[in-house]
């Protein structure tokens, strides 16, 4: 019987179509349960190609309720060295800020199970503005488009649903006229505690774009046998004081210990090449306290 | 013509064999079961360059299930079926900004009566590995953290992928008004070094 559907199959030519229909079949085993997914990561425009788009997708099996906003976020950090983005949703007087000039279309839809949905941007600054870099912050704020609420059990019960929520930010970047990425470390400080080796460094943009790279550390002994390293992606857009905790093996090393330090805007992945500036390379070499 | 049936003949037990098909059909698997978020899918940005998205998505809601009038009702971030979870997933071992906004009440669909909801300074944890709520310890990321001030220092997991455990506390009146009540749990998400 098996070999005779088989042969009927390949002589009818239905072989593709089990094949895809197989496909269809099993695509909800292999889906990937997820909300609304932006793409890229950032968004460049400029005096030359002043409209650009995001792509979102609803690759989860409910439909989503997605809005388009603006916001002004740069990264900023505490005493500590930890970096934040705090999202101001209110006008902001900063000067690099592009919040105001960029519109998108559509700002709200509902997705369904899926869908893709192309947003496009539109960027108007004022004129004359000086070389540089501008920013803002877009907001893909996404949740279940169904509203409904659980009914309680009995009559005189009480439910509850909490929706969630998720507000995804991706920069944007406005650039015009001659662009410098340039970056100093003005200080910088590492000490060991419980086999974790805290590197901590003061960084300014000096250029007119913000400053973005890769900051890798290699923890070394006595005989330059490495025995730590960290690797993260450093985004700078004015002042940063950022801290990389570097595990090490503490067997068989022969201290002092020393950290060298190299920042590069080479080999970031997350960026097209062409959209990124390159900057300096700041290398230095730093001895445990 | 004889030429051309021996070519024939010796193509189509490679091309037609079930083995060759079956492993069509696991490539094919294989591709579609990639996640979604390592790949770039603006159509037309012909960059050629691979970029890893941010993605976070709520996989599981705080759920406190029946609550009686008067009768306050706790979900521990650690337990497996109740606590809220969030996934994010992006580049593995980068920087990530995570901001709860968190409602103080939960309300009627008509806005007539509402009810406090409270989260405590250690009802959180950020866990970077593929623990479960009940699981997650201090080695795996961050334990008993506020909400309302998540690590600062928190990345995407080395796998990939981070997730964020939420309990809460639901506190009903003695007169509490019957219903279904509803509220909104935003989570914001950034990478930090963008």
Redesign the interface.
């Known amino acids: 019987m098996f070999e005779f559907c088989t042969r009927a199959i390949?002589k009818s030519g239905a072989?593709h179509i089990l094949?895809i229909a197989?496909?269809f079949i099993?695509?909800p085993v292999?889906k990937?349960?997820?909300?609304v997914?932006?793409?890229?990561?950032?968004v460049f425009l400029s005096e030359t190609n002043r409209t650009g788009?995001?792509?979102l997708?609803n690759?989860?099996d409910v439909p989503q309720e997605v809005n388009v906003y603006f916001s002004f976020?740069l990264?900023i950090s505490?005493s500590l060295g930890?970096?934040?983005?705090m999202?101001q949703d209110s006008v902001t007087n900063d000067p690099k800020s592009a919040l105001g000039w960029v519109k998108a279309f559509p700002r709200t839809v509902i997705l369904p199970p899926g869908e893709?949905q192309?947003v496009r941007l539109v960027i108007k600054p004022p004129d004359d503005l000086p070389d540089g870099e501008y920013w803002a912050?877009i907001?893909v704020?996404s949740?279940d488009a169904r509203t409904a609420?659980?009914?309680?059990?009995?009559?005189?019960?009480?439910?509850?649903?909490?929706?969630?929520?998720?507000?995804?930010?991706?920069?944007l970047k406005y650039r015009t006229g001659e662009l410098i990425s340039n970056l100093e470390l003005t200080s910088a400080g590492a000490k060991l505690h419980d086999n974790i080796v805290q590197v901590l460094l003061d960084l300014v943009s000096r250029g007119n774009v913000s400053y973005?790279g890769i900051l890798h550390c290699r923890v070394l002994d006595k005989k330059d046998i490495e025995i730590g390293r960290g690797?993260?992606?450093?985004?700078v857009y004015r002042n940063l004081r950022r801290?990389m905790?570097i595990p090490i093996t503490a067997e068989n090393h022969n201290p002092p210990y020393r950290v060298e330090v190299r920042i590069t805007s080479e080999g970031r992945?997350?960026?097209?090449?062409?959209d990124m500036i390159a900057g300096n390379e700041i290398i230095y070499t730093l001895s445990l306290e | 013509m004889a030429r051309r049936m021996r070519f024939t003949k010796h193509r189509r037990p490679i091309f037609?064999s079930f083995l060759f098909?079956l492993a069509?059909?696991a490539a094919?698997?294989w591709l579609?079961?990639i996640?979604?978020?390592a790949l770039?899918?603006?159509?037309g940005?012909a960059?050629?360059?691979?970029?890893?998205?941010?993605?976070?998505?709520?996989?599981q809601?705080?759920a406190?299930g029946?609550?009686?009038?008067g009768v306050p009702k706790l979900i521990g971030y650690n337990n497996d079926a109740a606590s809220?979870i969030?996934?994010i997933?992006g580049?593995a071992?980068?920087?990530i900004?995570l901001?709860l906004i968190l409602?103080e009440y939960?309300s009627l669909?008509g806005g007539s009566d509402r009810?406090t909801i409270i989260f405590s300074s250690t009802d959180a944890a950020v866990d970077t590995t593929t623990a479960t709520p009940s699981t997650v310890s201090a080695s795996d990321g961050w334990i008993n953290q506020n909400p309302y001030n998540l690590?600062?220092?928190a990345v995407i997991g080395s796998a990939g992928t981070t997730r964020i455990y939420l309990g809460g506390k639901?506190v009903?009146s003695i007169d509490?008004t019957?219903?279904?009540?509803?509220?909104?749990?935003?989570?914001?998400?950034?990478?930090?070094?963008?």
């Open positions: 390949r072989l094949v197989a496909l099993l695509l292999v990937v349960a997820a909300g997914l932006v793409a890229p990561t950032v788009r995001i792509t997708r690759p989860s976020g990264p505490d930890n970096v934040y983005v999202l893709n192309t912050r907001v704020r949740q609420v659980p009914e309680p059990d009995e009559a005189a019960g009480i439910s509850t649903q909490l929706n969630m929520v998720i507000q995804t930010a991706i920069m973005m690797k993260i992606n450093l985004a801290r905790d992945t997350d960026v097209p090449p062409p | 037609s098909k069509i059909v094919v698997l579609i079961s996640p979604v978020s770039d899918f603006t159509d940005a960059s050629g360059t691979v970029l890893t998205i941010i993605a976070a998505t709520s996989t809601d705080l406190f029946s609550i009686f009038q809220s969030f996934t997933t580049e071992s980068a920087g900004n901001q409602p939960v669909s009810m690590p600062a220092s639901i009903p509490q019957p219903g279904a009540y509803s509220g909104d749990i935003v989570l914001s998400v950034s990478y930090n070094g963008t």
